[in-house]
């Protein structure tokens, strides 16, 4: 069963030097075409009203780059073909600066209950260099003007391991971020991707990342606070308050499925995943002509899913259910991985016992390791 959904509105008013996800300058006549484009890919896709769903996600881009106009246009959408009246997690991602006290009030107004604000750190000049286009004022404003309206389930997403950062820097931002007390907290370290102004900068040598041990200090730093404060790590980037963790993001971790609709937008249905064509005139060409703006379909077979399971379930905190995954895939995970989940063991990399497999301290700095040992070379039927 699909409980879940994902739309991506992929306009900014700027883009970061960071940025390899699918995005566009916000310009107000490609967001009325874009939306246009988007109803009809869910309106083909969903065919029905007031489909019930566990989660929605609507992130970015900026979701909140929108007018008032357009956000009002997209919630009422989003209402139409969902019965958001019974969602549980009803997530936007926003931006500091551009996330009004009006905007917040069409949110909540339509049954937005989660807001995932993209801080990445309180330092005005690194946010520069970075190419954020807000400033550390704003995020004091909008967690202000977020509560004040209702919406407390407030997320902030930082970043570490960034040029010129130290560790004292990073605990300035780490100790500002938590004086804020919110109920959920992800922090990334900087990944150099190519077709970003950082990647062009890295190959020409003109930007640097603080070596490996400093990156790793800076996430055992970040782990310390948030355990210090009460925070509980949930999964490797992710940290929550008891029963603030994000039900979206563990869809993903949970290997269930999910819709994605929008331009460059992932889904994984049953046997499938599906990934939507990136360039804004061909996205939408292809949802307003056929609702079916598809780039590619992979098929997933039960030995891909086996493997993603695992992947997947050994970022969360608490691992693997076993009871479950045989439940799910109805064989012995030890007639699968019996050798690997032996090895993995006697080197102090995973625990086990009858009820789940998780990643030990020592096994975490070696989680791709970990991943790779559960690529099977052989179908399971």
């Known amino acids: ?56 996600f609507v992130g970015g881009g900026t979701p909140t780059a929108l007018n008032n106009r357009q956000l009002t246009k997209l919630v009422k959408m989003i ?3 969902f019965d958001v009246a019974s969602v549980e997690e009803y997530s936007f991602e ?9 905007k917040i009030r069409i949110l909540k107004d339509h049954g937005v209950n989660r807001i995932s604000m993209g801080v990445q750190v309180f330092d005005d000049e690194m946010l520069e260099q970075l190419g954020r286009l807000h400033r550390v004022k704003d995020v004091y404003q909008n967690v202000n003007d977020l509560i004040k309206v209702g919406i407390d389930n407030i997320s902030i997403d930082l970043m570490y391991s960034l040029p010129n950062q130290t560790i004292e820097h990073f605990e300035k931002t780490l100790d500002e971020a938590l004086q804020f007390d919110l109920p959920h907290y992800s922090a990334y370290s900087l990944q150099i991707e190519p077709k ?3 990647y062009q900068r890295y190959k020409k040598g003109t930007l640097t990342k603080p070596p490996e041990e400093i990156e790793a200090d800076m996430y055992e730093l970040l782990r310390r606070e948030m355990r210090n404060k009460g925070i ?7 940290f929550a308050k008891p029963g603030f963790e994000s039900k979206h993001n563990l869809t993903y971790w949970n290997n269930d499925y999910y819709y994605g609709f929008g331009a460059g937008s992932h889904g994984y249905l049953p046997g499938e995943r599906i990934i939507n064509i990136r360039p804004f005139p061909t996205y939408v060409e292809a ?29 969360k905190s608490e691992g693997v259910s076993i009871p479950k995954f045989e439940e799910k895939y109805q064989v012995n995970i030890e007639e699968v991985y019996g050798n690997e989940l032996a090895q993995l063991e006697e080197k102090g990399w995973i625990n086990r016992n009858t009820t789940f497999i998780k990643l030990t301290e020592e096994g ?18």
């Open 364 to 381: 975490k700095p070696f989680g791709n390791e970990v991943f790779q040992s559960f690529l099977l070379d052989r179908d399971i039927y």
């Open 79 to 81: 209402d139409f073909y």
């Open 287 to 315: 949802a307003n002509e056929t609702g079916k703006p598809v780039l590619h379909v992979e098929k997933i077979g039960k030995k891909e899913q086996i493997e993603e399971e695992m992947f997947l379930g050994l970022r």
């Open 94 to 102: 926003a931006n500091p600066g551009d996330l009004t006290e009006d």
């Open 196 to 198: 970003t102004i950082f």
């Open 1 to 56: 069963m699909v409980s879940s959904v994902y739309i991506h509105i992929p306009f900014c008013e700027k883009i970061c030097h960071y940025c390899d996800f699918t995005k566009f300058f916000y310009e107000e006549k490609m967001a009325d075409d874009y939306l246009i484009a988007l109803e009809n890919e869910i309106k083909t896709n969903i065919q029905e009203s007031k489909k019930k769903m566990k989660t929605i």
């Open 232 to 238: 509980k790590q949930y999964e490797i980037s992710n």
